[in-house]
Each structure stands twice: as structure tokens, then as C-alpha cells.
């Protein structure tokens, strides 16, 4: 199990809202395809009984007092804004039109 | 340049200003420098030595350049993790890292070129351009750090900052000729660094000596309650390891599963001598053996990709960074999708659809879980290692520097370079790569690498000092002086 279809990188591309010519879709489920024919090997060695780790060293949930520090400034804050209005991040429409 | 500061022979202005004459001269051959600050490092080379004029005390490294990888922010300075999407972007804040430079008063001369988001071996994947090896133009200068390791190889600075996801400071350092360490994970903040694999990412210290990066190292590390990962303990007196010059007893253990078929025979070569080396010194090897280290390869390229898919969902074109395609009649959503088009290169478009699929449902467990799994085996196996000996040796990668373009087309080839240092990674100790000698049949930098057990990189810094200073007196100079001059413009 290792090949992918165009039609699943396709799907992968909605998913990670990526926009992709046919060309890029053709090229990317082979090569996709080689790759995850490489990387399966790590289903050899998983046996059930082995705990996976997520982080290497052992992490506790961090908590700090609720007090309020400084942080960035409005105007910092919106310094990168690709688009703004007064105060406030302008973004393309979120809902279709009704 | 410590030294000669600390006695008034020269100033920080002259240094920095000095380095930006270099850099004019070299950068266009060698391009590893992005963006330079020449106002923000002058100003800071000033205040130094008006501090240092006046009697106060200051850091030993205080005034000394240093080159910075641009995937760490700098407040006000320009830093596009050598992708499109963030060109332009200036953040509003300083990563800790240099906040903890600043301090310091290390003069940061500039952002350096890198492999896009991180992800690649040989700074090709940069949209800015691919950066090109001091020791030969035509060669890659290792990745994803290669901005920084190039930088360092063509005196364009005498320390660099690096990250380190999977090799991205060790074999850089290595086909460079220069020292680069990847500390252990959660002991330099990660506040700051833009994500590419949140439990694998650390950022760590490059220069040419052993001991200019051990300087560099207990300035940048530290408990940062900014980052939850970070670790609260004291930092190892790296310094103090790096000049004491004595192993004697030490047992170090090499990896046999990295070596043999697919190393470079220059780069075995190479390698052999330096234990030699370190038996003259004194040090016991013991050959040990990592049987998992085989499936990390492919454990990381299924555990990267995946964070990294997550990571780079933050990129959408709302708050910050590039926006394509707003013309008031289309959605968020398609103007999401058309940014991220433009926005990211081939290889980073790669590994998000990988990380998307590897952690889609259907395909979490035999991907993404058993990947976590292998991680499991790799940490048990080094905690089998370093119950028999202090340290680990390999060499740092399986080749010298390949020709630029060589691999670009082939991703599988390119992961490949990474096969010795990515154990590292996804066990979250630290790793050292130093240089070792040039390989005999290309005359090209082989590096060296040394992992000790978590929190215990003091380690690296006592074997890679004593091994350099053996190095080098059997060779009668640093290597990096052996370094081919480069024509300057």
C-alpha cells in the first residue's frame, strides 16, 4: 500500500487549502508515491506493545499566575497586516453571498 | 577577537564594520547573507564600546559579529524563513534567542539564507536563491543552515546561530569545515523560531572553534518560561568542558549501523583517524550497537512532515505575511489557497500534503503511530548506549559536499544526507559535528559528530575540544585555514 492517486492528492491539497495545477497533481502522487513506499519500513518495527512518544523528553503542562504582563501593541500587532481596518485585520468574505 | 576587544586593540565598530567589508567583497559569490542590519549592529557595536570604554563589565563575547539564521525573529528586521510567504514581513517582537544575544552585546550582523520553512540539506530550496560552499563554489554548503555555515566558512562572521531539526546545524557545520551543535531539545528557547517540527526544532550555536561556539552556547541556553517546552535546570558549563582538554578514561562508543556501504571512503578514512586520535588522548572505544537507527530515517519523514503540515496551517494570508489574489470577490478560503500557492515552494507544497496524509484517518496508525513508535526504539537504544559509554561517534554525514543540483530533483536522495544526524533529533539529546580533515580524493571538509545523553552537552564540548586541539597539531593549522581564498569584488 504506497501508491496515491491523483485524485487523493487532490483531496490532500483541499485539505491543506493549497491550490494546485494538474501538472503539480500528477507529479507530486508519484513522487508521493515513492516516498511513502520508503517511509512505510517504520510499520516493521511498530509492534503493538510499544508506547509511542510524541516529545523525546518528558513534558508536564506548564502554568504561570494569571497576572497581566506587557504585550505588543495595536499598532505592532497590525504591522504585518497584509490588509486592515482601523484597528482591526481586514479579511477576504468568510461566508458566501446570501 | 574576544581577547583583542576585552584589551582595546580594536573596537566592536571596527569589527562589525571590517565583517561588512568582507561580506561586500564575498557575498555575491557566496550569497549567504538575506538581509544585513548594518544601523541596528553599528548602534549595538557603539553601545559596547562605550560600555567597555567606560570600565564596565561586559560579556566576553560582547561585540563579537554574529550571522543569524532567518527563521528566528529579530524585532524590526526582515525575516522570511527564506520563503515567499513572509517576504517583506518585519516582526514586532525578538525571539529569545536574541533577546539573550542582545544582552549579551553580540552584534548581529544579518539574517542568513536558508533552506525554505528549514526543510531541505542544501539551502537550494531557498526563494531567495540557493547559497554556494566557501570551499567550493559549485558545492552546497549543507542544509538547511547553510546561509550560516557558509558565512562562517568564508569569514563573513565569526558565529552563526543555527536550528536543528533533523541535521540542519550538524551537517551544515560539516561540509563547511566548521564546529556547529544541536543542544539538547527544550535547552534553548523555542520562543521566536518559526515551527517547522515543534518536538524536533532546536536552535544551537556555530563558529569555527570548539570553543567560540561553547562561548556562544552558554549565552543563547537557558530556562525560558515563554516556551512550555523549555527545560528548568541550569545550564552546563560548556566553556569549562571545551578547555579542559583531558578524556582520559572517557569511553566513547561508535554507532557500527552508521557506517559501511554508502559512505564516502574519504569520509570513513577521515573518521578512523580521528579515533585514533582519541585513543592517543586517552579515551576507551567500544563499539555499540543502534539497531533501530535504520527505520529513523523514515520515522522522521513521516513525524516532520506531519507537525510541519499542522504548524504551516498558520500561514493563511489574514494577519500577517504575503496576500494573493483579494480582489473584494473572492472567499477567504480561495484567497487562502492562492497565497499558499504562490507562497510556498515545492518542497514545503511536499512535505504538508506528506503531513496531511500521514495523519489523515485511515492512515494516523500505520503512518504517524507506528513513526512515534520507532521513535520509542531509537530513545531506548541510545539509553542502552549510554549505559556503556559517556559518548557516541559517527561521522556526520555519509558524503562531502555534492554539486548544486546534483539532488534537487530527487527527494529520496536528498533526505539521505541526514541518516546520522536525525536520531539525534527525535531522541532530543544533543549532537556536536566538527571538523575532522578533508577527504583525500575531493579535498572537501568531513565532519565529526558526537552525542551525549540529554542535558549532558558539556560532554561534547570536553571530547570535540580535545579532539580538535589533536587535529590540529598533527595538521599544524585550524582546517579552516586551509580554506581556498575567494576572489574578492
Sequence with gaps: MSAISREEVAHLARLSRIAMTDDELDHLSSELGLILESVSKVQAVAAEDIAPTSHAIEMQNVMRPDVVVPSLTTEETLSGAPAREDDRFKVPQILGEE | ?489
Design chain 2, 1 to 489: 577577537m574576544s581577547a583583542e576587544l576585552a584589551s582595546g586593540n580594536v573596537t566592536a565598530v571596527e569589527l562589525a564594520s571590517a565583517h561588512y567589508d568582507r561580506i561586500s567583497a564575498v557575498d555575491s559569490d557566496v550569497h549567504a547573507f538575506l538581509h544585513l542590519d548594518r544601523e541596528g549592529a553599528l548602534a549595538q557595536a557603539a553601545s559596547v564600546d562605550g560600555l567597555r570604554k567606560a570600565g564596565e563589565r561586559v560579556h566576553p563575547l560582547a561585540g563579537v559579529p554574529l550571522a543569524l539564521k532567518d527563521v528566528l525573529t529579530q524585532k524590526g528586521v526582515p525575516t522570511t524563513c527564506g520563503s515567499k510567504m513572509l517576504e517583506g514581513w518585519r516582526p514586532p517582537y525578538d525571539s529569545t534567542v536574541v533577546t539573550n544575544l542582545k544582552k549579551a552585546g553580540v552584534v548581529i550582523l544579518g539574517k542568513t539564507n536558508m533552506d525554505e520553512f528549514a526543510m531541505g540539506s542544501s539551502t537550494e530550496n531557498s526563494a531567495y536563491g540557493a547559497t554556494r560552499n566557501p570551499w567550493d563554489l559549485s558545492r552546497i554548503p549543507g542544509g538547511s543552515g547553510g546561509g550560516s555555515s557558509a558565512a562562517l566558512a568564508a569569514f563573513e562572521a565569526p558565529l552563526a546561530i543555527g536550528t536543528d531539526t533533523g541535521g540542519s546545524i550538524r551537517q551544515p557545520a560539516a561540509v563547511t569545515g566548521t564546529v556547529g551543535v544541536k543542544p539538547t531539545y527544550g535547552s534553548v528557547s523555542r520562543y521566536g523560531l518559526v515551527a517547522f517540527s515543534s518536538s524536533l526544532d532546536q536552535a544551537g550555536p556555530c563558529a569555527r572553534t570548539v570553543l567560540d561556539t561553547a562561548m556562544l552556547h552558554e549565552v543563547i541556553a537557558g530556562y525560558d518560561p515563554k516556551d512550555s517546552t523549555s527545560i528548568n535546570l541550569p545550564v552546563g558549563k560548556m566553556v569549562e568542558a571545551a578547555k579542559k582538554l583531558d578524556i582520559k578514561g572517557m569511553k566513547v562508543g561508535v554507532v557500527k549501523e552508521l557506517a559501511g556501504d554508502g559512505y564516502q571512503a574519504g569520509v570513513t578514512t577521515r573518521f578512523n583517524e580521528a579515533l585514533e586520535a582519541l585513543v592517543s588522548a586517552g579515551a576507551e572505544i567500544i563499539e555499540v550497537s543502534a539497531p533501530s537507527f535504520e527505520y529513523a530515517l523514515a520515522a522522521y519523514y513521516l513525524i516532520a512532515p506531519s507537525e510541519a503540515s499542522s504548524n504551516l496551517a498558520r500561514f493563511d494570508s489574514m494577519r500577517y505575511g504575503i496576500r494573493i489574489g483579494d480582489d473584494g470577490s473572492r472567499s477567504a478560503e480561495e484567497v487562502m489557497k492562492m497565497t499558499r500557492e504562490v507562497g510556498f515552494g515545492k518542497e514545503v507544497k511536499r512535505r504538508i500534503i506528506l503531513g496531511t496524509y500521514a495523519l489523515s484517518s485511515g492512515y494516523y496508525d500505520a503512518y504517524y503511530g507506528s513513526a512515534q513508535k520507532v521513535r520509542t526504539l531509537i530513545k531506548r537504544d541510545y539509553e542502552a548506549a549510554f549505559t556503556k559509554v559517556d559518548v557516541l561517534v559517527s561521522p556526520t554525514c555519509p558524503t562531502t559536499a555534492f554539486k548544486i543540483g546534483e539532488k534537487s530533483d530527487d527527494p529520496l536522495a536528498m533526505y539521505l544526507n541526514d541518516v546520522c544526524t536525525i536520531p539525534v533529533n527525535l531522541a532530543g539529546i544533543g549532537g556536536m559535528s566538527l571538523p575532522c580533515g578533508l577527504a583525500p580524493e575531493d579535498g572537501l571538509p568531513v565532519g565529526f559528530q558526537i552525542m551525549s545523553p540529554a542535558m549532558k552537552d558539556e560532554l561534547m564540548y570536553q571530547v570535540g575540544g580535545v579532539l580538535e586541539a589533536a587535529l590540529q597539531s598533527s595538521w599544524g593549522k585550524p582546517l579552516y585555514a586551509s580554506a581556498p581564498e575567494l576572489a574578492v569584488k
